[in-house]
C-alpha cells in the first residue's frame, strides 16, 4: 500500500512554529503519510493567490493525494471550514473561495461542510485552525475516513468567480494580469489557446500600461530577439504570459496582478 | 514499525547548501528516517527565537521524535553538544540555551553532554557541526541507539530563564514581546489563561508604547470592530497576543521583540 | 528495499506552483521515492552559484541518490537536456554548466544526451522542463530505468570551468570570492588545505579590497578576538572563507561573489 499524500498550502510563510505544528498534528496522527509542501509564502490573507497556485499545482498529484489549503483571514469566525470531493482528489480548508477554480473546472465535485468535531484536536483554538481542525481532519481522510463522516453536502460555497475577461470595442477583449510568477513573468487571464490556433497571416496586439506587445514566442531564449522588448509566451499553467528575456517583466514594466489588459486579434 | 521522526530546527536559512548536507548525512546513516522542517529561517546567531519556535512545535510531534535543533554562534568553541531526554521526545544541539524552554516545562528532562565521538563525521569542521556531529548523532537515535551512549548526565546545562513577568507598582504586572509572527501578531509574556478565567465584571489594560488595550476577542474577525484598533487574543501558543484585524500589529505600533509591556486588571 | 532519493536544487523560489508541480509529477511516477529539497532559492537564472551549491550538498547523499538540478534560462531553446553517471549518484538537468564542478571532481563521470522522449510528460511546455521533462526523467531513473535507456553518452558537456588562481607578481596568488553563505561569510576560491599545512612560523596575507587579513582561527567565536576585525576559517565547503565573529563579512567588508583576492605566503 503507498503511502498517502496530503500537500499543504498556506500564507504561514516558513520562519513560524505553525507549519512545523501542522505536520506534527498530521504525523501523530497518520504517521505513514507523505507530506508535500506546495507552499507557504502565499501573501498573508490573499485568497485570489492561493487559489491561483492551487490550481495551477493540484493536478499533478497522484490521484488519491489530499489538498490541505489555510489561508483563513476569518479563522474563529462563523467561516465554515468545508472538504471538497472531486473524483480524483480530496481538498480541506475554509470556505473563502480559495478552492474556487477548482470548483469551477470540476463539474464534479462535491462540497461538504465540516461539522463533526470528533476529529479535532481537543482543544480547537480561535486563530489557528490551520493545527487544530484542518490538519486533522486531513489526518483523518488519509487514514481513509469516509468524507460523509465530516458533515453534510452544501450547495453554496463561496466562490470568487474566475478573472472576467470582456468584449471590449472594436473587437477587444479585456482581461487583467492574476499572478506574476518568482521570475517576474505576468501570467494573464487569457488562455494559451487564445492566441495558440491563430493562422499566421492574423496579428494581435496586447496593450498593457501604454505597451503594445505584438510578438508571441516560444520559449524565452530565442536568437536575434531584442533583449529590452516584452513578448507573449504559452505559460505552463495555461495561460499567456508577459515575458522578458532572462529580466523580470513586472519589474521593468511596473506591472503586477490586476493590471488590466487589452487583447486585439487583426486580420 | 513506522519510521522514526527527525524534525530539524535552524538558522542555516534555505539559500545555502546546509540543510541539504545536513539532511543527506542523516538520510545516509538512517535511510527510513521522516525529516520534517520546522524552520530554517531563525534570525542568525538567535537562541531566543530558536527557543520559542521549538518550544511553539515540539510538542505537536508523534512521541519519540527526535527534534534536532542547529543555532550555534558558539560552534567550533568548548560549547558542548547536549542531548535532552524527556519522556516523550529526544533533543540533539548545542548547549547554549536552545532547549530552556523544554527544561522548564518537563522536570523530568535529563541532560548529557555528547562526549562519545563514534557517530560523528570522521572529519569534524570547525563551522558546520550541524552536518559533522549533531546530524549524525540524531541518526544514531533514529536507529535506536541508547541516549546514555552519548555520553554523561550533566546538571548544568545552559539556561535562558523565562521571558520575566514581574510586579510592578499599582497591581500591575510587566512584560515584554516574546515573539512577532509571520502575521505581525505580538506574542505576549502573559500566559492566556491569566485573562481567560477574568470573569466578566473586571477589566483589564495592556499599554504598549503609549496605547492601551482593554479588549479581548476571541479572533481575528468581528463584527462591528474597528479595524484600526488593537485587540488582545488567546494566540495558539499559549500566550496573549497584540494584534489587529488582517493586519500587521508589530508594523503599525512599531513594536518588536523585547518591548516592554504592562498589564493591569482592574475591578 | 529502501526508497530512491531525489535531490532538487533550482532557481523556482517558494512562493510559486513550480516546486509543487514538479514533487507532484516525481510522486505520480514513482510514489515510493524520497525527495529532498536542497534548495530552490538559487538567485534566477544564477548557473555559477547552483554549480557551487550542488557541489558542496550532494556527496552527503547516499550512494544512489538521484539530483535533480534547474536552473535553465535557456529552456525551450536547443539546449541539451543531459543525465550525468557517476559511480555513487545521478544528475539530471539542462547543459548549461550546471554540473561543471561534478565533472571537474569526478573524472569517471559520463554525460548522456537525454533524447528518448518516452518518459516525458505527453505535452512538453516550452518553458517548465523542469516539471515536464527533468522530473518524469528523474522518476523514471528512481524506478530502476537504465542510463543508456535515456539517450547517447555526449563529450561535449557544458563546462564552466573552476574560478581561476592564478600565480601574480611577488609569489602571490589571485583568485576570487566564489560564494557567500547565508551568514555572510565569503568562501573563496582558494582550498583550505593551502594553509592548512602551514608550518607555524610562516605567515599569510589575505588582501581583500584594500583590506589585508593574517589570522587564520578554528572557530567563528575565540576569547580575546577583536570582533571587528575580519580572519579566514576553513570552511565546511573545503575552501578558506573569510570570516566575522557574529556577523556579516561580506556587508561589513562591502565584499561578494566575483571580488578579486590576493593570497601570499610569507617567510
Do not use: Q, W
Not at 498529484?61 to 462563523?78: E, K, R
Amino acid at each position: 500500500v503507498r503511502s498517502r499524500i496530503v500537500t499543504l498550502l498556506t500564507d504561514f510563510g516558513f520562519d513560524d512554529y505553525f507549519v512545523g505544528a501542522m505536520k506534527g498534528v498530521i504525523l501523530t496522527r497518520s504517521p505513514s503519510v507523505t507530506i508535500v509542501d506546495i507552499t507557504h509564502t502565499i501573501p498573508p490573507h490573499d485568497i485570489f493567490a492561493a487559489a491561483f497556485i492551487l490550481s495551477a499545482a493540484y493536478s499533478y498529484f497522484p490521484a488519491g493525494s489530499i489538498h490541505l489549503a489555510v489561508v483563513d483571514p476569518g479563522v474563529g469566525s462563523d467561516r465554515r471550514p468545508i472538504l471538497v470531493e472531486t473524483p480524483e482528489y480530496l481538498f480541506v480548508g475554509p470556505d473563502n473561495g480559495l478552492f474556487s477554480n477548482i470548483l469551477e473546472r470540476v463539474s464534479a465535485a462535491r462540497v461538504r461542510h465540516v461539522t463533526n468535531s470528533e476529529y479535532f484536536l481537543p482543544v480547537l483554538s480561535s486563530s489557528f485552525h490551520g493545527r487544530d481542525l484542518f490538519a486533522p481532519v486531513a489526518a483523518a481522510l488519509a487514514n481513509g475516513k469516509s468524507p460523509e463522516t465530516f458533515g453534510p453536502i452544501i450547495s453554496d460555497p463561496v466562490r470568487l468567480g474566475p478573472a472576467p475577461n470582456e468584449p471590449a470595442t472594436e473587437g477587444a477583449i479585456v482581461g487583467s494580469i492574476i499572478h506574476v510568477d518568482h521570475f517576474g513573468n505576468c501570467v494573464t487571464s487569457f488562455e494559451s489557446d487564445r492566441l495558440g490556433t491563430l493562422p499566421a497571416a492574423r496579428g494581435f496586439c496586447l496593450s498593457v500600461k501604454g505597451v503594445d506587445i505584438r510578438k508571441l514566442r516560444s520559449h524565452y531564449v530565442e536568437a536575434g530577439v531584442n533583449a529590452g522588448e516584452p513578448f507573449l509566451i504559452a505559460g505552463s499553467a495555461g495561460y499567456l504570459e508577459i515575458s522578458l528575456p532572462c529580466s523580470s517583466a513586472a519589474r521593468k514594466l511596473n506591472i503586477g496582478v490586476g493590471e488590466p489588459l487589452r487583447l486585439t486579434i487583426s486580420g
